[in-house]
């Protein structure tokens, strides 16, 4: 941490009493805080959340923590890519006063009882929101949203935020925390913002730092996918099976196409996936259009698990 070079008008803090200090600085001077949590390695899908944040807000503060508790111990919690200088300078590039403050709190400070990646040896406080934590990403992540539930719920506690800013490119987590916030009575307002996607429709990820330019190439076949059901769907295919068949193909596609490459790495779908837009229930048949549907797959390209998604018709996403 010495070695980082704070921007000029960024306050960054590591202890959250420093934090909570300036954030009571805020408030004697009655101007609201928006917050955005992070896991870091920003990129312009975090940025497009902070720029939404502080047109809305007087002040805008980050977290940016990789936070354990939502890594399985085979996941890539210590690969996961930190990048806090180049973070720094990328909010600073946003010019004066967009980012406030970013809290970069130690692993220790948020989980005074330790944390261990094993569920089964886990102490201390969590919270999980029931219903909607273990279809689509739970399957394969079990406790990935009990870990993301609590890490917000501490740092909801810890920013006091006004607003509160997430990306529909990880869709299930905003139906999640939509829940959570309403169900615990925080005093925050939640907002979704839109997927960011390079030029070519690839949704911006952190982990796409992981693809090898080939593997870059056929990421694209996700949000292909998604745009043809997308497509489909409006020229009024009802049936989410056939949807979702032909979404799936898409996908097998570039699958074959790779595996003629013979690069030693190939894609593997792990769900692809109709749910309904009030409370994720998977459809199988008739999309109700009054509902409107979540449409999203995970899929693996070499070892890396992108996930993306469209909404039709989901009306409820904002609170
Ligand atoms: P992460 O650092 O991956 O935990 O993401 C922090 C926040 O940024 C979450 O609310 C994500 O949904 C959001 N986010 C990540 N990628 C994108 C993107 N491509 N477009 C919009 N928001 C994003």
């Not at 720029?51 to 085979?74: E, W």
Request: charged share 25%; aromatic share 6%; proline share 4%.
């Amino acid at each position: 941490m010495n070695s980082i070079k704070i921007p000029s008008g960024i306050k960054v803090f590591n202890k959250i009493a420093d934090f909570r200090q300036w954030r009571r600085s805020i408030l004697m001077d009655n101007k609201t805080l928006g917050y955005v949590p992070t896991m870091g390695a920003l990129h312009q899908g975090h940025l497009a959340l902070v720029s939404s944040a502080k047109k809305q807000c007087d002040h805008v503060a980050l977290s940016i923590f990789v936070n354990p508790a939502q890594f399985a111990p085979t996941e890539d919690l210590h690969t996961y890519p930190r990048t806090l200088q180049e973070d720094l300078d990328k909010l600073s590039g946003l010019g004066e006063g967009v980012a406030s403050a970013v809290l970069v709190p130690q692993v220790e400070e948020m989980y005074p009882a330790g944390i261990n990646l094993d569920v089964s040896k886990q102490k201390g406080t969590f919270v999980e929101v029931l219903g909607l934590s273990h279809q689509l990403e739970g399957i394969t992540r079990p406790n990935f949203f009990r870990g993301v539930a609590t890490v917000v719920s501490k740092f909801i506690n810890i920013v006091q935020p006004e607003h509160i800013y997430f990306g529909q490119k990880d869709i299930q987590q905003c139906f999640v925390i939509r829940d959570m916030i309403r169900d615990l009575h925080f005093p925050t307002q939640m907002h979704i913002c839109p997927t960011v996607r390079d030029s070519n429709g690839l949704a911006l990820s952190s982990r796409n730092a992981y693809l090898i330019p080939s593997q870059k190439k056929y990421a694209l076949a996700l949000s292909q996918s998604l745009r043809h059901m997308e497509k489909l769907y409006k020229a009024g295919e009802n049936n989410a099976t056939e949807l979702v068949k032909t979404g799936t193909d898409i996908i097998e596609k570039a699958k074959k196409e790779v595996e003629q490459l013979n690069e030693g790495w190939s894609m593997r779908i792990d769900y692809i996936s109709i749910n309904s837009g009030n409370g994720l229930k998977e459809l199988k048949d008739n999309i109700p259009r009054e509902d409107g549907c979540v449409i999203s797959m995970a899929v693996f390209v070499g070892t890396t698990r992108l996930i993306d998604n469209i909404c039709l018709d989901v009306k409820e996403l904002e609170q």
